[in-house]
C-alpha cells in the first residue's frame, strides 16, 4: 500500500508541474501577443490617458465606470489657491511628454477639468496647488446666461467645450487688443479691467499628448491669457487697471474717469491700444526706443 501511494503521489506531482509549465508558457505568449499588437499600432496606443484630445485642444473625456466615480466622490476635491499661496507665485514646470500618461498627470487633469465646470471658465494646475504646465478651460451657455446678448457679442464671447492644454505656448495675433473687467477663482469676490490680446495662437500638447494647435479670439482667447499668466506666477491683479478694481456687487457702478496722476480714464471694448507687459519687458521695450530715438536724431 505504502509503495502505491507514493507512486501515485509523484505521478500526482509531476502533472501539476507539466500543467503549471504549461499555463505559464501560454500567458507568456499571451504578454508577447499583446506586446506585439501594441507595437504595431504605434503612437496610437494611448490606452493610459483617460480621453482623447483634438487638434483645438478640445478634451473627450472617457466614461468612468461606477467605481471610478465612487472613487472621485470619496477622494473629494482640493479648494482653490487664493492670492498669498506661494505656488500662485512661482513659475510652473513644463510636463515632459512621456509623463502625460502617467496616473498621477491624468489624475490631475480629471480633477482640474471637475473644478472648472463647478466653478469657472478657466482653471491652471498652479490653483490647486500643483507646479506643472497644465491648463483647462471650458464655455457654456449657462455659464453665460447672466450676461445680455448685446456684451456677449461686444466681448465676442461663444460657448466652447473643454479644452485641456499642457505645455500651451500663446502667440498674439495682430495689433488689437480688448479691455474687460476680469475675475479670478484665486482673487474670490472682486474684478477688474484687464486688457488682454484680442486674437492669439496657442500651441501645446493636449491631455494625452497629441500636440494641439488652434486660433482663439475674443474671450477664449482673454482666458488661454489669464491661465497662461497662472503658470507664469503672474495674476491678474499684475495687470489691472487699478483704479478699476473692485468688489462683484460694485461692477454696474461707474468707471472712474481722468485723472492728473494716473491720466485718461479706461474705456472698455476694442482697440488698437498696445497690451502693457510685465515691468521687466517695460523697461526693455522704453530702452529699445529710446535707443531708435537716438539713432533717427543722428542720422537728421
Not at 474717469?257 to 507687459?277: K, Y
Amino acid at each position: 500500500m505504502r509503495g502505491m501511494t507514493h507512486a501515485h503521489s509523484v505521478r500526482a506531482s509531476t502533472a501539476r508541474e507539466t500543467r503549471a509549465r504549461r499555463e505559464t508558457r501560454a500567458r507568456r505568449g499571451c504578454e508577447t501577443r499583446a506586446r506585439r499588437r501594441m507595437g504595431a499600432r504605434g503612437d496610437d496606443a494611448r490606452t493610459r490617458a483617460y480621453g482623447a484630445s483634438e487638434p483645438d485642444g478640445t478634451w473627450r473625456e472617457k466614461n468612468l465606470n461606477a467605481f471610478g466615480n465612487l472613487i472621485n466622490v470619496a477622494r473629494g476635491g482640493r479648494e482653490v489657491l487664493q492670492a498669498g499661496a506661494p505656488p500662485l507665485r512661482d513659475v510652473a514646470k513644463s510636463v515632459a511628454p512621456e509623463r502625460v500618461e502617467t496616473g498621477e498627470i491624468q489624475e490631475l487633469i480629471s480633477e482640474m477639468v471637475r473644478v472648472c465646470k463647478a466653478r469657472g471658465v478657466g482653471l491652471a494646475a498652479p490653483q490647486l496647488g500643483t507646479r506643472l504646465r497644465v491648463i483647462v478651460l471650458e464655455d457654456t451657455v449657462e455659464g453665460m446666461s447672466d450676461v445680455s446678448a448685446k456684451e456677449l457679442e461686444r466681448q465676442k464671447r461663444k460657448p466652447f467645450a473643454v479644452k485641456v492644454v499642457i505645455n500651451p505656448e500663446l502667440e498674439p495675433i495682430g495689433d488689437a487688443s480688448a479691455a474687460f473687467f476680469e475675475g479670478c477663482l484665486s482673487v474670490a469676490g472682486y474684478r477688474a479691467v484687464v486688457r488682454r490680446h484680442l486674437k492669439v495662437r496657442c500651441r501645446g500638447l493636449g491631455g494625452d499628448g497629441a500636440p494641439v494647435d488652434f486660433v482663439a479670439e475674443g474671450w477664449q482667447a482673454r482666458i488661454l491669457q489669464h491661465e497662461v499668466d497662472h503658470l507664469n506666477g503672474v495674476l491678474y491683479t499684475d495687470r489691472m487697471e487699478s483704479r478699476t478694481f473692485r468688489r462683484v456687487d460694485m461692477l454696474e457702478e461707474a468707471l472712474p474717469g481722468d485723472h492728473p496722476e494716473f491720466g485718461r480714464a479706461v474705456v472698455l471694448g476694442e482697440s488698437n491700444e498696445p497690451v502693457v507687459r510685465g515691468r521687466n519687458a517695460s523697461a526693455a521695450e522704453d530702452a529699445e526706443a529710446r535707443v531708435k530715438s537716438r539713432r533717427r536724431n543722428r542720422r537728421r
